[in-house]
T-cell receptor, first 117, second 115 residues
Framework: AQKITQTQPGMFVQEKEAVTLDCTYD???????LFWYKQPSSGEMIFLIY??????QNATEGRYSLNFQKARKSANLVISASQLGDSAMYFC??????????????FGTGTQLKVEL | DVKVTQSSRYLVKRTGEKVFLECVQD?????MFWYRQDPGLGLRLIYF???????EKGDIPEGYSVSREKKERFSLILESASTNQTSMYLC??????????????FGEGSWLTVV
């Protein structure tokens, strides 16, 4: 079984500050992938960043970085220099492999981020 | 432009009706997924499929079934709709992956209201 836990239902951050959104996961798979998605009020799902379980370095994509701590099973998203346009719902997700070879993709409950002036 | 298309954006159905939600992808993806999204509960996996005629239960399959007769199409079926199935339903697809990353594509969502 695989499970994603996001314990922060809502977060506030001042513009230009950095913010960390927490994500912990549980899986018995040796090989898995971790994703972060942003969902603005329009509803579309926007891919932000990906980390493979065998990647030794933390993933970075522009202002986004993923703080991957495998032993602690955490995959926190760090957004640097927050902008008003970062206000959105953020989802952590995990992709594992099921018996038969397919992929299962599980999401957390999300964190609503509000960036303030 | 790659696409995941959900057949209906907004539906209103009566309790007890049979409801079909269709999802089509044009990328030859093996994996397809159906989620429902509710406030405070995130995206919960209903069913997924990684091959034609294959289906796997997700975390909340009760009250739903699926069909995958062709690789590009994954249908979600509510055999007898109930008011607690009022939700936003999201379809997604991706290539089969063994752990080294790929892109997941989402549809625009289908807002279902059961009255």
């Amino acid at each position: 079984a695989q499970k994603i836990t996001q314990t922060q239902p809502g977060m506030f951050v001042q513009e230009k500050e950095a913010v960390t959104l927490d994500c912990t996961y549980d899986t018995s798979d040796q090989s898995y992938g971790l994703f972060w998605y942003k969902q603005p009020s329009s509803g579309e799902m926007i891919f932000l960043i990906y980390q493979g379980s065998y990647d030794e370095q933390n993933a970075t994509e522009g202002r986004y970085s993923l703080n991957f701590q495998k032993a602690r099973k955490s995959a926190n998203l760090v957004i640097s220099a927050s902008q008003l346009g970062d206000s959105a719902m953020y989802f952590c997700a995990m992709r594992g492999v099921v018996t038969g070879g397919g992929n299962k993709l599980t999401f957390g409950t999300g964190t609503q981020l509000k960036v303030e002036l | 432009d790659v696409k995941v298309t959900q057949s209906s954006r907004y539906l209103v159905k009566r309790t007890g009706e049979k409801v079909f939600l269709e999802c089509v992808q044009d990328m030859d993806h093996e994996n397809m997924f159906w989620y429902r999204q509710d406030p405070g509960l995130g995206l919960r996996l209903i069913y997924f499929s990684y091959d034609v005629k294959m289906k796997e239960k997700g975390d909340i399959p009760e009250g739903y079934s699926v069909s995958r007769e062709k690789k590009e199409r994954f249908s979600l079926i509510l055999e007898s709709a109930s008011t607690n199935q009022t939700s936003m339903y999201l379809c997604a697809s991706s290539r089969l992956d063994r752990g080294y990353g790929n892109t997941i594509y989402f549809g625009e969502g289908s807002w279902l209201t059961v009255v």
